[in-house]
């Protein structure tokens, strides 16, 4: 079906909040005006009905209204949605005019959580064609060539009345405004005799220009029973010839005289073939992983809502798989061995389909998904098999290291991205580092999320009116004395009071808004240099933190030097504190962006050592000024001295790479003194002081 815009307009206006009850009613109100009122999740593509119960349920794909089988190229329901306009235009279909509103919406469901969705008006009216002027040119072509259209006719049968001709090549005038649109066209009278025939019919059916024996092989394959009383109908069918297929689309128009005396049958048929074939690898590498040939994260979720559709009398589970530490994996590995991995995990997932009705798909690089009948994941023997797959490929002594998000019981009036978010709300609850770890959905990490999203809310806000503030924890010399400190923040929260980093800090990271309050942190350390400079402390250094996010999206390269100038500081008493863990997940381009820091001046210190997958190998090709041994290692062992004698080797070795050493989370007097005796350069933690405001660390360390 070919659609063309007529008219489009956009009006600006504040997404409105609704209960799922006040939308019910909005729907109701609207109905009677118009042809069609609907509400539609667009990024799914499904139109959306309210239960009795007041539940969303999904129905039918949205785009189905108009005969369509995939997402509307000019879906203007998703544009709202993501633009928060509404957009109104009118649209041209089989001779009629639909002239549709789209109003985005955000709906809150029971559980808090916000569904972006659109409130779809459509009024339609029939169009008043004008096809006189082409009926008479067609006359006036037929006076010229005695009855017959020149080129647009190949064949005419014998004594066919104008009575039936005129509007069959008024069709013919119409199908041919567009010459990129080449169509066969067949006509049959009412007794179901072949009467006309352009060259493309005879070219498409491989037949010579015999008007009988065309109209039989048509007869005989065209699919009559879905066109049967139907005017306009359009539909695809296959057909064979020579051990070929062709891929036709057929539309299907009675031929009426100006009374509406039925004369005929009128049949359009394009050669769909070519498109066909690229809409259907186009549709694969749409929906298909194509590493894995496995559904991808689009994919999966058609298929997904499809099942619950489907089956809706049973219950799924729904299964998010994590490797844990991907890019040390890629690391280590190389590219064609973590392929491999991925490959296999894949045709693993394949494997359960028969036996336990799997459905499975890759959604990241590092994650696949499952979709299960309710309890079937406990009589897979996951772990074994996932172990295996890994054992196999990279060796025994190498563990790839899983997590299994479990989302229980799918709720289906959720969005597949909420059902999604469940499974990964269920990873990130995950705290050990074992091998193979499971954690089940809960609810009240859906309470949590809600808490998350009005932090999120308030962000921007708190950014503007200085809620956030600079906390100080000092570095403590050799000597004694305070040499350096830590910048770090405190959220001073208008309602909730002051929030701990691990409250906002992880939150921050995930939508990408850490890079906003970390710049904030920056330019307030580099302001209090500026202060300290004046009032006789310049030799005070402030060390501050660099996110992964930071590194790949806030041109840090250019933003410090910025901050060094701006404020007249430098550079030297700004020290960038970078944690091994960014630098594996991309080590070529933060030593890249690393040596250019250092270049311009600024001290660049490793963070975290010892904290994750230290490498000696990375200590040899980095080339850093400080590193920062995290003490909280030694918790986690049995022998504390045997770790003591670790962190004496690491900072021998620091000190033979030329590298200042920063112990931090020392706790008590006993780690402070064997730090000391070994040289350490500078301790920080809790037994010195704890993370401070501004004043409190003046009064202390300047009083």
């Not at 000019?74 to 041209?92: F, L």
């Not at 994919?299 to 499809?306: D, M, P, Q, S, T």
């Not at 009705?357 to 690089?365: F, K, P």
Request: glycine share 6%; with cysteine; proline share 2%.
């Amino acid at each position: 079906m070919n659609f063309t815009t007529v008219q489009k307009s956009e009006q600006t206006e504040s997404v409105p909040q609704l209960t799922i009850a006040k939308v019910q009613e909005m729907l109701q109100a609207m109905s009677p005006l118009y042809d069609i009122v609907r509400l539609v999740n667009p990024s799914e593509c499904f139109e959306l009905s309210i239960t009795k119960d007041g539940k969303l349920h999904y129905q039918k794909n949205c785009f189905s209204v108009w005969g369509r089988t995939s997402r509307c190229k000019n879906c203007i329901s998703y544009q709202a949605c993501v633009s928060h306009k509404k957009i109104n235009k009118s649209e041209i279909l089989d001779g009629e005019e639909y002239v549709i509103d789209a109003l985005p919406v955000e709906v809150i469901m029971e559980t808090g959580e916000i569904l972006n969705c659109t409130i779809e008006m459509v009024s339609c009216q029939r169009l008043q064609a004008d096809v006189k002027k082409a009926g008479d040119a067609v006359e006036e072509m037929q006076k010229q060539n005695n009855g017959v259209t020149g080129s647009l006719v190949s064949v005419v049968g014998e004594n066919v009345s104008n009575e039936i001709l005129t509007p069959l090549m008024r069709l013919e005038m119409l199908s041919y405004a567009d010459a990129n649109d080449i169509r066969g066209s067949i006509c049959f009278d009412k007794d179901g005799k072949c009467i006309y025939a352009n060259q493309q019919a005879f070219k498409l059916f491989h037949v010579e220009k015999n008007l009988e024996k065309l109209g039989d092989i048509f007869a005989k394959w065209a699919c009559y029973d879905r066109v049967d009383e139907c005017s306009g109908h359009i539909w695809r069918q296959n057909f064979t010839c020579d051990n070929k297929e062709f891929t036709y689309v057929l539309q299907h128009l009675s031929l009426r005289n100006k009374d509406g005396k039925e004369l005929g049958d009128y049949f359009s048929i394009r050669d769909y073939t070519r498109e066909t074939s690229n809409y259907t690898t186009a549709k694969f590498n749409l929906s298909h992983d194509l590493l894995t040939r496995i559904y991808n994260l689009n994919g999966f979720g058609a298929h997904l809502r499809e099942r619950l559709n489907t089956e809706p009398d049973r219950d799924f589970d729904l299964v998010q798989i994590k490797l844990r530490g991907f890019n040390l994996i890629l690391q280590l590995f190389g590219t064609n061995k973590c392929d491999q991995l991925l490959i296999s995990l894949a045709q693993f997932f394949a494997s359960l389909y028969e036996p336990y009705q799997a459905l499975y798909g890759r959604i990241g690089r590092d994650s696949f998904i499952l979709c299960l009948p309710h309890g079937t994941i406990a009589k897979i023997p996951m772990e074994e098999n996932l172990k295996a797959l890994a054992g196999h490929l990279m060796g025994r002594a190498n563990h790839v290291h899983y997590q299994i998000g479990i989302y229980e019981t799918i709720d289906r009036g959720c969005s597949y991205e909420q059902m999604l978010d469940r499974t990964t709300m269920a990873l990130n609850s995950i705290t050990t580092e074992d091998v193979y770890a499971v954690k089940m959905f809960k609810p009240e990490m859906l309470l949590e999320a809600v808490r998350e999203r009005r932090l999120l809310n308030d962000f921007d806000d708190a950014l503007r009116n200085g809620e956030f503030h600079l906390f100080l924890q000092p570095q403590i010399g050799l000597d004694g004395k305070m040499h350096r400190a830590e910048a770090l923040s405190r959220w001073f929260h208008k309602d909730r009071g002051m929030l701990m980093p691990i409250e906002f800090i992880p939150l921050l990271e995930r939508t990408d808004d850490i890079y906003r309050m970390d710049y904030y942190i920056w330019e307030q350390a580099a302001k209090q240099l500026a202060i300290w400079e004046k009032s006789g402390h310049g030799d005070i250094a402030i060390a501050v933190n660099v996110s992964p996010r930071d590194l790949y999206y806030g041109d840090v390269v250019n933003v410090f030097p910025a901050l060094a100038e701006k404020y007249h500081i430098d550079p030297g008493r700004l020290h960038l504190e970078i944690t091994e863990s960014t630098i594996i997940d991309n080590f070529d381009a933060c030593n890249e962006i690393i040596k250019s820091l250092r270049k311009r001046g600024f001290s660049v210190g490793l963070d975290d050592f010892g904290s994750g997958y230290s490498s000696l190998n990375m200590l040899q090709n980095l080339h850093v000024d400080i590193l920062k041994l995290d003490m909280g290692f030694l918790q986690k062992l049995d022998d504390w001295e045997r770790g003591m004698q670790i962190i004496k080797l690491v900072i021998d070795l620091a000190k033979s790479l030329h590298m200042e050493v920063v112990a931090e989370g020392v706790e008590t007097k006993e780690q402070a003194l064997y730090l000391q005796k070994l040289k350490c350069d500078y301790l920080q933690g809790y037994y010195y002081s704890k993370p401070v405001s501004v004043e409190q660390f003046e009064a202390k360390y300047f009083a």
